[in-house]
């Protein structure tokens, strides 16, 4: 096992919601820079289902997202 430890000096991220969905784009720079992408897709039901890829140093990865609203927000903005 090898562990990565670093410190993000820069971070930059856009992000666009159009209807039921958003995406965005991620940029880190520093000790392993990093960018990505990401998409989540959000249903009437409360259900969502999304991915987001990153790529740092040569690899690559991608995280499928799938879940629901359980609850009402504990701490919700505004």
């Known amino acids: 096992m090898t562990e990565y430890r670093w410190t993000i000096t820069t971070w930059q991220m856009r992000t666009i919601q159009k209807g039921n969905t958003a995406t965005w784009t991620m940029e880190c720079k520093g000790k392993m820079p990093m960018t990505g992408t990401g ?3 959000f249903a009437a ?3 969502y289902t999304g991915a987001i890829t990153a790529t740092a140093e040569g690899m ?3 995280i499928n997202l799938t879940g629901r609203k ?3 927000c504990d ?3 505004g």
Request: glycine share 14%; hydrophobic share 35%; no cysteine.
């Open 39 to 41: 998409l989540i897709t």
């Open 45 to 47: 039901d409360g259900s």
């Open 60 to 62: 690559s990865m991608k």
């Open 70 to 72: 359980i609850g009402t």
């Open 75 to 77: 701490n919700p903005i």
